[in-house]
């Protein structure tokens, strides 16, 4: 069988400052995820650069705005902890002291009653009778989902304790 390759779209820089200005007005993205884009169009470098220096003048991409939106969308609706919102925003090449900081907004509170939540439900669907090796699998997932270790084992050592 003859698989095509998926021609790259080719457009002008100006119609693409156009789309991504479009697009950045419907949802807050980073300069990673936009170059990508105008990388996919076949647009050269000094277009790229031209394009992204007039979206961030004009107020269309700003990666502390959009670092703060991305660490709030995915500790509220996907219930990832720090070390995997981290792990994401890193490979959007987002400075560092961008995502600490947006790190640093989550309420200490919330962020323990979030991984509460999700360990005690978590836990009702674990058919395992050992304690050590449900111990094991609760702190894979907590892990999985980006807790820190330390915070993780604690509420399962108090999970399980709860249990016997």
Not at 47 to 62: M, P, W
Not at 143 to 161: P, T, V
Request: aromatic content about 10%.
């Amino acid at each position: 069988m003859d698989y095509e390759k998926k021609q790259k779209k080719e457009i002008s820089a100006q119609s693409a400052l156009s789309k991504v200005m479009f697009i950045c007005s419907r949802q807050e993205k980073c300069c990673f995820d936009i170059r990508k884009k105008l990388h996919d169009w076949n647009l050269s470098y000094d277009d790229q650069d031209e394009i992204i220096q007039t979206l961030i003048e004009e107020k269309f991409l700003n990666e502390e705005r959009y670092t703060n939106f991305y660490v709030r969308d995915k500790f509220r609706f996907n219930k990832w902890g720090k070390i995997k919102i981290s792990h994401h925003l890193k490979q959007k090449q987002i400075p560092e002291n961008l995502i600490d900081n947006a790190l640093d907004q989550i309420n200490e509170k919330d962020y323990k009653e979030s991984l509460g939540d999700i360990l005690s439900h978590k836990i009702k669907s674990i058919k395992e009778d050992d304690p050590y090796q449900l111990r094991a699998k609760l702190y894979r997932f907590a892990q999985g989902r980006g807790f820190e270790s330390h915070i993780a084992l604690n509420f399962i050592d108090k999970l399980i304790s709860e249990l016997e």
